[in-house]
């Protein structure tokens, strides 16, 4: 798979091909935007081989159920080939091409078990929840991260420090999904603060969705565990990062000549250490944002939130391909993207990079 | 038989230096003494309590007694018991999950570090491209069209997803140990590239592979864990993961009186993995050559 697009760029014939080939390597922007869609190609090809072209792949015994179900063979052919959106009596070559076609087109196919109804569709209905709910995890953990990391570093070697730095290295090894059972636990059996049970769906059944009071505070108490999950099982390694920048920031030299020339704490704070500090910081916030797409398959069917994790983890458990198929290529292309995103990023955020040029 | 003899007593005075050196640090030392306690109540201890086969209906849910150290589950059945004949699947796919990963990574990385140029930048090309990717959610996408049932094929699947990071760090590793003095001086000796891998690099790089190798077998284990509770693998085997996960599913989570039959599971991995990491950061000074040396 791969050796087909690498290997032209070695240097065995001196011809305009090649050429165009390195002018195209040589540039940064366009190698990363290269980079990305051959990325997308590569998901793209293996959830078409493992759903098309395994031996005793998916799609056949979807025929199967089909038949078995009271349709003839070619009923049934015809219904799941209307189903994975390609035409499935083609070789496979051509199948293949078809089914890129269709994915460029934005058409991933229908749903085996909610008939009809389109994968795109479905999608983008679950979206806005799990944009919504990372988003926001994602805003406090990034400020708290921040915050926490630079007390962090401005108080090294003090009980603060010990204290945030072991909390964090816990929260940072235990898994999201071990921290919502324990939060569960917590909140919902032992404290019995929240009513966990109360809490299914991102939102309660007969609100509808409008611009008032009464939706946001429904839909704020459906997602605030959740949220919290999200945050504890994310802070952790956010905190370590800034802090390790942080104290490699502090001892840089202009650090140094700020405090001589006797500027305030807070302006060094602000203006020295902390723009400079959080770079990394920002690279790694754009990658997230990638994630915030996909949402958490475990910790949205822990919590039955109805989030773009929670499609997929149903139609893992319901074995509907198309979904599956879909909503992993969506997933997989918002990470490929906030990648190219995060690279761009930070050769605008920090212009030293701009000038040695690229890597 | 005098060559025998020699190979038994190096290997004796091996095992007893790296003794020596284990407990010298109090946390990694307990570490490795809980490991070896888990490893053992999971292969041996089923032999001695074997799997209750049968549900006990008078002892639903129970707390905390001297008859059930741990409560019992919604089946009535003991905790503790469990627990110990659950580990096992854990353990070997922690460790077979980790050992593949971490040779597959050094083989590529070295290898990557050591050919330069071209292959070299391919390769990491490759590997970026591959990080990109989201791997819990292609794993869970896998296993469901592979229809995976049992933890080996489970475990290479795992392995074959999670080396290329690894790699990565392994290659940048190899570029700035082969720059140090002693690298170079025993390269201008014509040492043999085998020697210099085996004898020069790998040692210096022990600990840092080890910890990174734990790191894979702690992940492993929450993969398979949310394999499970997903119900993408099946159900064959009571280990903890399937322990939480029904525990999960008879809404035990929501009954403070069954509290120990999700608790004890989630004790068992956190343990283990504290275990795990405490050992792996004492490692440093088990394979650290100077140390040794002095010893």
């Known amino acids: ?359 | 038989m005098k060559a025998l003899l020699d190979w038994l007593a190096r290997t004796g005075r091996e095992t007893g230096k790296t003794f020596k050196l284990l407990r010298r640090n109090k946390m990694g030392f307990f570490g490795f003494l809980v490991i070896i306690i888990i490893v053992l109540a999971s292969f041996v201890g089923p032999m001695i309590w074997p799997a209750e086969q049968s549900a006990n209906v008078e002892a639903i849910n129970k707390g905390i007694s001297l008859d059930h150290l741990l409560g019992t589950d919604f089946q009535g059945q003991d905790n503790l018991r469990k627990v110990i004949n659950g580990g096992r699947d854990i353990v070997i796919i922690a460790f077979l999950t980790g050992v593949l990963a971490t040779l597959i990574a050094v083989v590529v990385g070295a290898f990557s570090a050591f050919a330069g140029g071209r292959v070299d930048s391919i390769l990491m090309e490759l590997v970026n491209i591959w990080l990109t990717i989201p791997k819990f959610p292609l794993l869970a996408v896998m296993a469901t069209v592979l229809k995976l049932n049992d933890i080996v094929t489970l475990s290479v699947l795992m392995a074959i997803l999670d080396w290329p990071g690894l790699s990565r760090e392994v290659r940048s590793q190899v570029l700035s140990l082969r720059r140090r003095d002693y690298i170079e001086a025993a390269v201008m000796l014509d040492l043999g590239t085998r020697n210099i891998i085996f004898k020069e690099l790998l040692p210096n790089m022990m600990s840092f592979i080890f910890i990174r190798m734990i790191g894979t077998m702690t992940h492993a284990i929450y993969q398979q864990t949310g394999l499970v509770f997903l119900g993408i693998v099946p159900y064959s085997s009571a280990n903890w993961g399937v322990m939480i996960s029904a525990a999960e599913r008879r809404g035990v989570l929501y009954n403070p009186q069954a509290i120990w039959s999700i608790l004890t599971p989630m004790g068992a991995i956190v343990l283990f993995q504290l275990a795990l990491v405490s050992f792996a950061r004492s490692l440093d000074e088990v394979f650290n050559p100077r140390l040794r040396t002095s010893v």
């Open chain 1, 1 to 359: 798979m791969s050796s087909a697009t690498v290997s032209p760029t070695l240097p065995t014939a001196r011809n305009p091909l090649f050429f165009w080939l390195e002018r195209i390597v040589s540039n940064y922007l366009l190698r990363r935007i290269l980079k990305a869609i051959f990325s997308i190609w590569l998901v793209t090809s293996i959830t078409f081989i493992l759903v098309r072209a395994m031996p005793s792949n998916p799609v056949e015994i979807m025929i199967q159920d089909l038949t078995s179900a009271g349709y003839s063979p070619d009923e049934a052919r015809t219904q799941a080939a209307t189903l994975v959106g390609f035409n499935i009596n083609q070789p496979m070559p051509e199948q293949y091409l078809e089914y890129l076609r269709n994915v460029l087109h934005g058409d991933l196919g229908k749903s085996y078990k909610s008939r009809g109804l389109r994968v795109t569709d479905m999608i983008v209905q679950v979206l806005p929840w799990t944009l919504f709910s990372v988003g926001l995890s994602l805003l406090i953990t990034f400020t708290l991260g921040i915050m926490l990391g630079a007390i962090m570093a401005y108080k090294r070697d003090t009980w603060i420090d010990h204290l945030l730095s072991n909390l964090a290295a816990t929260l940072d090894a235990v898994s999201p999904y071990l921290v919502g059972l324990l939060i569960i636990l917590l909140l919902g059996v032992i404290w019995r603060i929240v009513p966990i049970t109360q809490m299914r769906g991102a939102m309660s059944p007969g609100i509808q969705p409008a611009f008032s009071l009464e939706f946001f505070a429904d839909v704020f108490t459906h997602v605030r565990v959740l949220l919290l999950v999200y945050v504890l099982s994310a802070v952790g390694s956010w905190m370590l990062t800034m802090k390790s920048s942080t104290i490699a920031t502090l001892g840089e030299d202009y650090v140094t000549v700020a405090r001589a020339r006797g500027l305030p704490d807070l302006r060094i704070l602000t203006a020295y250490v902390g723009r400079n500090a959080t770079l990394p910081l920002f690279t790694r916030l754009a990658i997230s944002i990638g994630f915030a797409v996909g949402g958490s398959l475990l910790l949205e069917s822990l919590f039955t939130y109805r989030g773009v994790g929670f499609l997929l983890s149903r139609a893992l458990s319901e074995r509907d391909y198309p979904v599956m198929q879909g909503v992993f290529l969506v997933i997989a292309a918002a990470v490929v993207f906030a990648n190219l995103l995060a690279d761009y990023l930070y050769g605008w955020l920090d212009p030293r990079i701009r000038i040695v040029g690229g890597e």
